[in-house]
């Protein structure tokens, strides 16, 4: 009996070293070729996407198609710079408006605006179209629609002049007659003498600062449909208020301005001395100026305090960057200029709604 166990689990035994080597081991080499197969197959098989991706797609395109043409349309038209002439336009407006004994809040200061900011986007087009190769040199400017080509030369030319003669057509209809012509001739002084003098001689921020203070004017003729005194101390307001500005915006980019071809002040001078005098002379002239609204019955004591603090605070930045006689290129006079550059921009549009919000009715 024992011998009959041991007979049968040797014959197991052998019968099991017969399988093994029956089914040979797989062979590392094989097995890497077998997967690299399968994938190739799996590349080759079309892929299955859900109906949910497919329908997305096209949307997702169009909406950044979209995206980027309203973003090239705002570089174009400079968003920001026609933000604030219709912001000074609505107080030109609002005065005028007060003067008349008429609502300031109606269908012809929708009217006034919509037409003021048609032509500052239309002639901000039009400029970009004259100045796409001095934009092309300048790294500040370089990235716009027409320097890289992402918009055409005609495009651009035909959205400006639409904008431009549609929106001065609309305010001759749509406000009064003489507030279209004041808007088309300021868009004309614009390119037809400030934006070919800006190669030619620093003057042009002179010259540049008659068309740039026309906004409240023109605000102020589309409610009353004349000129008056209070025309003219917006336009001294914002005329004296350019320089600074835009002196600080010259100093800051003086390298870029150079490449450009661009001479301004701060461009043609080695050391800056004369500019910041000007912006010291300027933001000091301003403090007065900033009070006639007070003086004519336009605003009251409360406004008279704050243009003046204002007016203080703008003088103080102007002189620290006097005062630095660091050369222009310096890092320290840059951030000072960028300094002057920030309280200017700040400085207008408090000085305008202390204006509106401590305003005197006639």
Same mark, same amino acid.
């Given at each position: 009996?024992?011998?009959?166990?041991?007979?049968?689990?040797?014959?197991?035994?052998?019968?099991?070293?017969?399988?093994? #080597?029956?089914?040979?081991?797989?062979?590392?080499?094989?097995?890497?070729?077998?997967? +690299?197969?399968?994938?190739?197959?799996?590349?080759?098989?079309?892929?299955?996407?859900?109906?949910?991706?497919?329908?997305?797609?096209?949307?997702?395109?169009?909406?950044?198609?979209?995206?980027?043409? &309203?973003?090239?349309?705002?570089?174009? @038209?400079?968003?920001? +710079?026609?933000?604030?002439?219709?912001? #000074?336009?609505?107080?030109?407006?609002?005065?005028?408006?007060?003067?008349? %004994?008429v609502s300031s809040l109606s269908w012809g200061l929708f009217?006034?605006?919509?037409?003021?900011?048609? $032509?500052?986007?239309?002639?901000? %087009?039009?400029?970009?179209?004259?100045?796409?190769? +001095?934009?092309?040199?300048?790294?500040?400017?370089?990235?716009?629609?027409?320097?890289?080509?992402? @918009?055409?030369?005609?495009?651009?030319?035909i959205a400006g002049l639409v904008a431009t003669l549609g929106?001065?057509?609309?305010?001759? =209809?749509?406000?009064?007659?003489?507030?279209?012509? &004041?808007?088309?001739?300021?868009?004309? $002084? *614009?390119?037809?003498?400030? #934006?070919?003098?800006?190669?030619?001689?620093?003057?042009? #921020?002179?010259?540049?600062? !008659?068309? %740039?203070?026309?906004?409240? =004017?023109?605000?102020?003729?589309?409610?009353?449909?004349?000129?008056?005194?209070?025309?003219?101390?917006?336009?001294?307001?914002?005329?004296?208020?350019?320089?600074?500005?835009?002196?600080?915006?010259?100093? &800051?980019?003086?390298?870029?301005?150079?490449?450009? %071809?661009?001479?301004?002040?701060?461009? =043609?001078?080695?050391?800056?001395?004369?500019?910041?005098?000007?912006? $010291?002379?300027?933001?000091?002239?301003?403090?007065?100026?900033?009070?006639?609204?007070?003086? !004519?019955?336009?605003?009251?004591?409360? *406004?008279?305090?704050?243009?003046?603090?204002?007016?203080?605070?703008? !003088?103080?930045?102007?002189?620290?960057?006097?005062?630095?006689?660091?050369?222009?290129?310096?890092?320290?006079?840059? @951030?000072?200029?960028?300094?002057?550059?920030?309280?200017?921009?700040? *400085?207008?549009?408090?000085? !305008?709604?202390? @204006?509106?919000?401590?305003?005197?009715?006639?």
């Amino acid at each position: 009996m024992q011998s009959l166990g041991w007979s049968c689990g040797s014959t197991l035994l052998a019968r099991l070293k017969k399988l093994k #080597t029956a089914v040979p081991h797989p062979d590392p080499e094989s097995l890497r070729w077998k997967s +690299v197969e399968s994938a190739r197959i799996a590349v080759r098989q079309p892929h299955h996407e859900s109906p949910m991706s497919t329908m997305t797609q096209p949307l997702f395109l169009l909406r950044r198609r979209a995206t980027s043409f &309203l973003r090239d349309y705002a570089e174009l @038209m400079k968003a920001r +710079v026609t933000t604030l002439i219709v912001i #000074t336009a609505w107080c030109g407006y609002y005065f005028g408006a007060q003067k008349a %004994g008429v609502s300031s809040l109606s269908w012809g200061l929708f009217h006034a605006l919509l037409g003021i900011g048609l $032509v500052s986007s239309g002639t901000a %087009g039009l400029n970009e179209v004259m100045e796409y190769k +001095v934009d092309g040199n300048m790294r500040r400017t370089a990235q716009r629609p027409l320097p890289t080509g992402r @918009m055409s030369l005609l495009h651009a030319t035909i959205a400006g002049l639409v904008a431009t003669l549609g929106g001065s057509l609309y305010l001759a =209809v749509f406000t009064n007659p003489l507030t279209g012509l &004041l808007t088309f001739l300021t868009s004309a $002084v *614009y390119l037809a003498a400030y #934006t070919p003098l800006k190669r030619v001689s620093p003057i042009c #921020t002179f010259v540049g600062a !008659f068309p %740039g203070a026309m906004p409240g =004017v023109l605000g102020w003729t589309a409610a009353r449909g004349q000129l008056e005194w209070g025309t003219l101390i917006l336009f001294a307001i914002l005329f004296v208020w350019q320089f600074p500005h835009f002196f600080s915006i010259a100093w &800051l980019y003086r390298e870029d301005y150079a490449a450009g %071809g661009i001479r301004m002040l701060p461009v =043609v001078e080695e050391d800056g001395r004369s500019t910041a005098r000007r912006i $010291v002379a300027y933001s000091l002239i301003l403090i007065p100026l900033s009070v006639l609204p007070s003086v !004519f019955g336009m605003a009251g004591k409360i *406004y008279m305090v704050g243009a003046i603090v204002l007016g203080i605070a703008l !003088f103080y930045f102007g002189a620290r960057l006097a005062f630095l006689k660091l050369p222009l290129n310096s890092p320290r006079s840059k @951030m000072f200029a960028r300094h002057v550059l920030q309280a200017t921009v700040i *400085y207008l549009p408090l000085l !305008f709604a202390l @204006m509106m919000s401590d305003s005197l009715k006639p």
